[in-house]
C-alpha cells in the first residue's frame, strides 16, 4: 500500500505539473524538386544543387558550447518521386580527417555528417543517416526523442570527396527507407550534425544544449516536399551457405572430425502502408555473428550475453518495456528485468538425455550423446510500425524446430549397448505483441504481451515448462518543458506445465521457496503453475546540472519471465536515491565533469534487509582531452537469502570497494586507458583488478587493440556444497559447506581492423583466456541467519574426493571443487559489400576449451595448454542479395 500511495503522489505531481510553456520558434528550411537526380560522385558542381537554397548557420555543441562553428557547413535538399537527395560541404582550413572503418562502427576517430530526419513529424522518432570523409555509413533509428538504435540497417547511397576547401558529401535516401503519412504536402523534421575529429568540434544545424535530454524535439521544419508517394515496397534477400565443421579430440563416436553442408534461407521486407512494415525469414543464418567471449561464473545464476543476431537487432527498442526517455535508471543496486530476450528464441537445447527413461529397468548408463548447439528457427515474422493517433506497435512471431540427440548407452543390461535419439528441445512458438500510445504533450503509455508455448514431449514434460506469458502496462510523463519524468510500470506473468517442471520454477535461483527459513512462501510441489507481478516507479531530474533521481522496483518471489525475457532474481523490493551533478561547461581545466551519490536498501518480501550501501562515482574531461574517473561505495552487514543456494538465509558482513582510472585522447594514434579495483570485506576477503587497452591506428584503414585483464580474488566465504546432516538442526538437517577460495582470472581481448575500403572490411577476433581455482579451509554454515563458520576437518580419496571418514549425522562426501580453465575464442570475418544491401561473408570461428582438476595458476603452463585442447572449429562463406520488387 505504501508504494501505490507513492505512485499516486508522484503522478498527482505530474498532472499538476505545468505544460503550458509555449513552443519556442523553430527554424524553416526548404527542399526543392528536381527533374534530374544529381549524379553521386561527391562532387557538387551538378547544376541541380545551385536550385536549392543554402541551409547553414551550425552552432557547436563541442567544444564551446552556443558559440559558432569555427568550420561552417553548407547543405542542400532536393528530392524528386524517389527520393531525397542531400548535398553537403564541409568547409574545413586544415586537412580533413578521414577514416576508413567497417559499416556501422565508431566513426568518432574521423570526420563526418549526420542527417537526421523525422519523415513521420510526430516530434518524437526518426532516422538518422552518417556518411564520414572515406564514405563509411552508418545508419541509425531514433526514439524516445534522444535515443538511438544502430542496429537497423537502411539501403541508400552516398559518395564523398576531399577538396582543397574541405569535404563534400551527396547521399540519396528512397522513399522506401523512409516512413512517412500519405498526403500531398509534408513537413518533415532536419537536423544536421557534423564532426571534425582534429579539432574535436562537434556542430549541429539546430543545437540542443549537452545537459538537455532533447534531439527529435528541436529539429528544424524541413518544408517544400509534395506529390510524393510512401512505397510499398518489397525487399526480398535470399541466401546461400556452405559449412564446414571441424572437431578436433572429441572422443564421441557420434561427432565426426569434418562434416560439410549447404543451406539457403531468405530474409523479407515489405511495406504493409505507409508506416507499417513486415520483416519475414526463413530458416535464418546467423554463422557470421561475432562469438560470445568466455566467462567464468561461479554463481547460480545465469550469465547475460547481447544478442547480435541482424534480425533481433534491427527494430529491438520497440520491443523495449518500461523504457521511457530516461537519461539513467541508476540500476546499480539491483537487475532490471529484461521482459523480451531475444536470445531465448534459438537458444541451446534445454533438455538432456535421461538414462532412465531410455532403459532404466535395465540399468544402461550414457555413454555418448551429439546434441545441437542451438536451437533450429523455421521462421519469423515481424511487423513495426505506427497506426496513426499516436500509436505505435510491434508484434513478433517465431517458431522453432524440434530438436533430437543421438545417444548410446550401456551397461549391465541384457539387451546390451542401445543407440537412440530423444528430443532435447520441442518444437515451440514465442509471440511478442508490444504497442505505445502517446497523448497529451510529453507522454506515453503503452503495453506488453509475451508467450511461449511447447509442444512438449513425454521425456520433456517433467523438464519444461509448457506454456508461459507475461502482460504489463508501462508509460512515462515528462513535465516542467522535460526537466523532470515520472516513469512507471506494472506487470504479471504466468506459468504452466506439469508438477515437475513449476516445482524446478519454484526452486530456481530466482526464488528458492524451498527455503527452510522463508516464511513468506510455501513450496508445494504439486502445483501446475506459478503467477506473479512487477512493478517499478521512477522520478528523475534530466535537465540541469543537480540531478535527483528516486526509484522503487518490486518483483514478487512469483514473477517469472524466463522463457523469453531475462531476470536473475525475484522476492524483491529494491529503492534508492541518487543526486547527480553533470556541469557540461568549459572550465579553466576541464570540458566536463559528472559525479553521482546514491543509497540504496532491498529487502525480500519477509522484511529481511539483502542490501544497505551506498556508491559513488565521478568522471573528468580535461582540457587536453585526457579523462580521469573513479568510483567507490561499500554495503554494512545485510541478509544473504541466496547464497546458500536453496538453504537457509546467512549475514553476509560489510564490504567496501574502491577503483578508478585514467585514458589519453582518444584521437591519437596510440589510445590507452588504465583501470584498477579493489575490494575488502569483513570475512577478511580481498579482490585485486587490473584492466589495460590499447588501441593503435597506424593508418586510417589498419586498427589493432589489445585488451589485457587480471583479477585476484580471495574469497572467504565461497559456497561448496551441501551435505546431508539430519541431526543438525542449526542449519535444518544440511550442513551448508563454504571454503576459502584463491581465484585467479586472465582475460586477453585480441582485435584487428583493416578495411580496404567502404565496403571491403576483414575483422579479427581472439580471447585466451585462463582461470584457476584453489580451495582450501573448509568449513560448514554454524547457524541459519548468522555469520559464523565451523571448520571441517576433511581427508581425501586418491581422487581428491573429500570425504568425513565416519558415518551417521556427521558423516559427508563431496568432490574436489579445484579447477583450471583455459580456453581461446576466435573469429575472423570478411565482409564484402559488393552492391548495396548485398554482401558476401567468408568467416572462421573457434572455440577451443579445456578443464584440469588442479587449483593453481601457471600463465606457462596453461597457455601452453591450449594448443592441445579440444577444439569446434566452423569455416563459411555466406552470401546474399538484395532484390527490391
Known amino acids: 500500500m505504501k508504494l501505490t ?269 505507409s508506416s507499417l512494415t513486415l520483416t519475414g525469414t526463413v530458416n535464418p543464418d546467423f554463422g557470421q555473428v561475432e562469438v560470445d567471449p568466455a566467462v567464468l561464473n561461479l554463481s547460480q545464476f545465469e550469465t547475460f550475453f547481447p544478442e547480435k543476431r541482424p534480425f533481433f537487432t534491427e527494430g529491438a527498442s520497440i520491443f523495449r518495456f518500461g523504457n521511457g526517455p530516461t537519461h539513467s535508471r541508476w540500476g546499480f543496486n539491483v537487475n532490471f528485468p529484461t521482459f523480451f530476450y531475444s536470445r531465448r528464441i534459438g537458444r541451446s537445447p534445454q533438455g538432456w538425455v535421461d538414462a532412465d527413461y531410455v532403459d532404466g529397468a535395465d ?22 510500425g505506427k497506426l496513426g493517433n499516436g500509436w505505435t506497435i510491434g508484434v513478433l512471431d517465431a517458431v522453432t524446430d524440434r530438436e533430437e540427440a543421438w545417444f548410446r548407452a550401456g551397461g549391465g543390461g541384457a539387451a546390451g549397448p542401445i543407440v537412440g535419439k530423444q528430443t532435447v528441445e520441442p518444437r515451440s512458438n514465442y509471440l511478442v505483441a508490444r504497442a505505445m500510445k502517446e497523448y497529451g504533450k510529453d507522454s506515453a503509455a503503452g503495453f506488453m504481451f509475451t508467450s511461449v508455448n511447447r509442444a512438449l514431449t513425454d521425456n520433456l514434460e517433467s523438464k519444461l515448462r509448457e506454456n508461459a506469458y507475461f502482460a504489463g502496462v508501462d508509460g512515462y510523463t515528462l513535465f516542467r518543458d522535460k526537466s523532470w519524468i515520472l516513469d512507471w510500470y506494472g506487470g504479471t506473468s504466468l506459468v504452466e506445465g506439469s508438477e515437475e517442471s513449476i516445482a524446478a520454477a519454484q526452486r530456481s535461483a530466482a526464488r528458492y521457496y524451498a527455503r527452510p527459513d522463508a516464511e513468506h512462501v510455501d513450496y508445494d510441489p504439486s502445483r501446475t503453475s506459478l503467477s506473479g507481478w512487477a512493478s517499478r516507479v521512477m522520478l528523475g531530474k534530466q535537465k540541469g546540472k543537480w540531478r535527483p533521481n528516486f526509484q522503487a522496483q518490486v518483483l514478487s518471489p512469483g514473477f517469472e519471465v524466463n522463457d523469453v525475457g531475462f531476470v536473475t532474481r525475484t522476492d524483491s523490493i529494491a529503492t534508492h536515491a541518487v543526486m547527480h551533478y553533470l556541469d557540461t561547461d568549459t572550465t579553466k581545466y576541464t570540458r566536463e565533469i559528472s559525479a553521482w551519490a546514491g543509497k540504496y536498501q532491498n529487502w525480500n518480501f519477509d522484511g529481511d534487509l539483502t542490501a544497505n550501501g551506498v556508491g559513488l562515482n565521478a568522471f573528468a574531461q580535461f582540457k587536453n582531452y585526457w579523462s580521469a574517473w573513479m568510483w567507490g561505495g561499500g554495503q554494512a552487514d545485510h541478509i544473504d537469502d541466496r547464497i546458500t543456494r536453496g538453504g537457509p538465509a546467512m549475514i553476509y558482513r560489510g564490504h567496501r570497494y574502491v577503483g578508478g582510472g585514467f585514458g589519453n585522447d582518444s584521437r591519437k594514434k596510440l589510445f590507452f586507458q588504465v583501470e584498477t579495483e579493489q575490494v575488502t570485506d569483513d570475512f577478511g576477503g580481498t579482490s585485486e583488478l587490473y584492466l589495460f ?193
Not at 559518395?159 to 518533415?188: C, M, N
Not at 550423446?369 to 523455421?378: C, H, K, M, N, R
Not at 587497452?693 to 583479477?711: D, E, G, K
Open 363 to 384: 540399468g544402461h548408463a550414457i555413454e555418448h550423446v551429439d546434441a545441437p548447439g542451438e536451437t533450429t528457427i523455421l521462421g519469423a515474422a515481424k511487423l513495426t
Open 693 to 885: 587497452s590499447l588501441t593503435y591506428r597506424p593508418t586510417p584503414a589498419l586498427r589493432f587493440s589489445v585488451t589485457p585483464r587480471y583479477n585476484d580474488l580471495h574469497e572467504v566465504a565461497m559456497y561448496v556444497t551441501r551435505v546431508a546432516a539430519p541431526g543438525y538442526e542449526p542449519t535444518y538437517g544440511q550442513k551448508y559447506v563454504f571454503a576459502t577460495l584463491d581465484q585467479k582470472t586472465l582475460d586477453i581481448g585480441l582485435r584487428t581492423e583493416w578495411t580496404v575500403s567502404s565496403r571491403l572490411s576483414m575483422q579479427l577476433f581472439l580471447q585466451p583466456f585462463i582461470a584457476s581455482g584453489d580451495y582450501s579451509g573448509f568449513k560448514h554454515l554454524t547457524r541459519a541467519r548468522g555469520d559464523e563458520f565451523t571448520p571441517l576437518d576433511p581427508q581425501y580419496d586418491d581422487d581428491g574426493n573429500a570425504y568425513s571418514g565416519g558415518s551417521g549425522a556427521g558423516s559427508y562426501a563431496f568432490g574436489n571443487p579445484d579447477f583450471n580453465f583455459r580456453s581461446v575464442r576466435g573469429s575472423a570475418v570478411v565482409r564484402w559489400e559488393f552492391r548495396p544491401g548485398s554482401a558476401m561473408y567468408v568467416v572462421w570461428n573457434e572455440n577451443r576449451a579445456d578443464v584440469a582438476p588442479v587449483g593453481d595458476f601457471r600463465i606457462r603452463r596453461d597457455f601452453g595448454a591450449l594448443p592441445d585442447a579440444p577444439s569446434e572449429d566452423v569455416f563459411l562463406v555466406k552470401f546474399s542479395y538484395w532484390l527490391p520488387v
Open 5 to 273: 500511495r507513492v505512485a499516486l503522489s508522484l503522478f498527482a505531481m505530474a498532472a499538476s505539473a505545468a505544460f503550458a510553456e509555449e513552443p519556442k520558434p523553430r527554424p524553416t528550411f526548404r527542399a526543392v524538386r528536381t527533374q534530374q537526380p544529381p549524379v553521386l560522385d561527391g562532387d557538387l558542381s551538378d547544376p541541380q544543387w545551385e536550385s536549392a537554397p543554402v541551409i547553414t548557420g551550425f552552432t557547436q555543441r563541442e567544444p564551446e558550447e552556443g558559440k559558432p562553428a569555427t568550420q561552417q557547413t553548407l547543405v542542400r535538399v532536393l528530392y524528386d518521386d524517389e527520393a531525397i537527395y542531400f548535398g553537403a560541404l564541409m568547409e574545413d582550413d586544415g586537412p580533413p580527417t578521414p577514416l576508413l572503418a567497417r559499416r556501422d562502427s565508431d566513426l568518432n576517430n574521423g570526420d563526418y555528417i549526420r542527417i537526421s530526419i523525422d519523415s513521420q513529424y510526430d516530434r518524437l522518432n526518426g532516422a538518422s543517416f552518417v556518411v564520414n570523409a572515406s564514405n563509411v555509413q552508418m545508419d541509425m533509428v531514433l526514439y524516445n526523442d534522444f535515443y538511438d538504435d544502430s542496429s537497423w540497417d537502411a539501403v541508400w547511397q552516398s559518395a564523398t570527396k576531399i577538396g582543397p576547401k574541405g569535404w563534400s558529401a551527396e547521399l540519396r535516401i528512397p522513399y522506401s527507407q523512409l516512413r512517412f503519412p500519405k498526403k500531398d504536402v509534408h513537413t518533415w523534421g532536419l537536423n544536421v550534425s557534423r564532426w571534425t575529429a582534429r579539432l574535436r568540434e562537434a556542430s549541429r544545424l539546430v543545437n540542443t544544449p549537452r545537459n538537455e535530454p532533447n534531439f527529435v524535439s528541436r529539429f528544424a521544419d524541413l518544408e517544400g516536399i509534395s506529390g510524393i508517394r510512401p512505397s510499398r515496397s518489397l525487399e526480398i534477400v535470399p541466401y546461400g551457405v556452405a559449412r564446414s565443421d571441424l572437431q578436433s579430440r572429441a572422443d564421441n563416436p557420434f561427432v565426426d572430425a569434418a562434416s560439410h553442408r549447404m543451406d539457403a534461407g531468405v530474409d523479407l521486407k515489405y511495406r504493409i502502408s
